[in-house]
């Protein structure tokens, strides 16, 4: 027994009409990709070893930055940093020797971007800062770090320190 001729024309427009090249609903952009805008960087897995972290925060930006006195080494486990009182706030540069760009870690929106011929990524810390983060092999990093009362009102800081410290960085 056959289909009449209507029947089957009516089952293949609904069938193609089903297929379409668009997609509905409403794009939404990523917020948390891996960065891509900078050079990508072939340093060495050990560059950060040597670098202290006390010495990456050039004088000039220190004066530019409002910072007042002498800087502060310290270190854990994990990381080794230097900070410097400015006015409300305090800065500091931390190195990570074992967690690259993609370790961050926050419970805030990550914002990824260039810093000079680095990939970066700014974000909202546990601890009252605002973060830029600075890559340096998949598996190391340099922060500047700007922490206060406010920190959402810190990242211009945070960012300028961190402009400051690229250069210096493998």
């Given at each position: ?66 910072v ?17 009182k ?20 926050t ?41 206060g ?14 402009k ?7």
């Open positions: 027994m056959s289909r009449p001729r209507h029947v089957q024309t009516l089952l293949l427009v609904a069938l193609t009409a089903a297929c379409s090249a668009q997609t509905g609903g409403t794009p939404i952009p990523a917020t948390s990709a891996p960065p891509t805008t900078a050079t990508s960087h072939q340093a060495d897995p050990n560059a950060l070893r040597t670098v202290q972290p006390c010495t990456l925060l050039p004088t000039a930006a220190i004066k530019t930055l409002g007042t006195g002498q800087p502060t080494p310290s270190a854990t486990s994990k990381t080794r940093q230097c900070e410097w400015a006015a409300g706030y305090t800065i500091a540069v931390v190195i990570y020797d074992t967690a690259g760009i993609n370790d961050v870690k419970d805030r929106e990550i914002e990824y971007l260039p810093i000079g011929t680095h990939d970066g990524a700014r974000y909202l810390t546990r601890t009252s800062a605002c973060a830029i983060a600075i890559d340096v092999t998949p598996t190391s990093r340099v922060d500047v770090q700007a922490t009362d406010h920190p959402d009102d810190l990242c211009a800081p945070a960012l300028e320190a961190a400051q410290v690229e250069p210096a960085v493998p």
